[in-house]
T-cell receptor
Framework: DTAVSQTPKYLVTQMGNDKSIKCEQN?????MYWYKQDSKKFLKIMFS???????INETVPNRFSPKSPDKAHLNLHINSLELGDSAVYFC????????????FGPGTRLLVL | AQSVTQLGSHVSVSEGALVLLRCNYS??????LFWYVQYPNQGLQLLLK??????LVKGINGFEAEFKKSETSFHLTKPSAHMSDAAEYFC???????????????FGTGTRLLVSP
């Protein structure tokens, strides 16, 4: 009965590879987010989708492409992985576009070698 | 632009002592403010949030925070620390676009709370 789930939990890959991270929420929320947490624990929003439409794109390299097949899912595809992409990626969801609580997934730890 | 500043990347307390984690915001309008906690190897969990209903906000696990407009602060406190409180704590402010109405959380740099026996 996990509210926000992510797969995989860990991802180790070589530079130049392409990888995807999946996120699913069963809270019935209509807004989903991707955050990146770097090695210093700094958290920054990357993307946000509301009802499957992109509403926030925070100057993220176009190697990162989010996709929302439906309101309950938000996936993140990363092309040509670079060393600097190593981080923890968190998915989150909330209801509506106002100042509502965001619920976070457990994170995907990506290590690019 | 709105942002938050967390003073002190690490705070150490003894079990049973008062916990005080500092957060200051910069905003020209009353903001929505949040405190989230991150336990090791886990995602973030909401502790409490300020949405202008009351200046003293009570959260989970005995934490509370007071919104002080005159000091532009939203410090997090707990009267008596437990070992289980050891975690990373993030203050965040919510940005809302007047055009689109979207919500974006801008996080502080986090404060690691260490609790010793």
């Amino acid at each position: 009965d996990t509210a926000v789930s992510q797969t995989p939990k860990y991802l180790v890959t070589q530079m130049g590879n392409d990888k995807s991270i999946k996120c699913e929420q069963n809270l019935g929320h209509d807004t989903m987010y991707w955050y990146k947490q770097d090695s210093k624990k700094f958290l920054k929003i990357m993307f946000s989708y509301n009802n499957k439409e992109l509403i926030i794109n925070e100057t993220v390299p176009n190697r990162f492409s989010p996709k929302s097949p439906d309101k309950a899912h938000l996936n993140l595809h990363i092309n040509s992985l670079e060393l600097g992409d190593s981080a923890v990626y968190f998915c989150a969801s909330s209801q509506g576009l106002t100042q509502e609580t965001q619920y976070f997934g457990p994170g995907t730890r990506l290590l690019v070698l | 632009a709105q942002s938050v500043t967390q003073l002190g990347s690490h705070v150490s307390v003894s079990e049973g002592a008062l916990v005080l984690l500092r957060c200051n915001y910069s905003s020209s309008v009353p903001p929505y403010l949040f405190w989230y906690v991150q336990y090791p190897n886990q995602g973030l969990q909401l502790l409490l949030k300020y949405t202008s209903a009351a200046t003293l906000v009570k959260g989970i696990n005995g934490f509370e925070a007071e919104f002080k407009k005159s000091e532009t602060s939203f410090h997090l406190t707990k009267p008596s620390a437990h070992m289980s409180d050891a975690a990373e704590y993030f203050c965040a402010v919510s940005l809302s676009s007047t055009n689109t109405g979207f919500q974006k959380l801008v996080f502080g740099t986090g404060t690691r709370l260490l609790v010793s026996p």
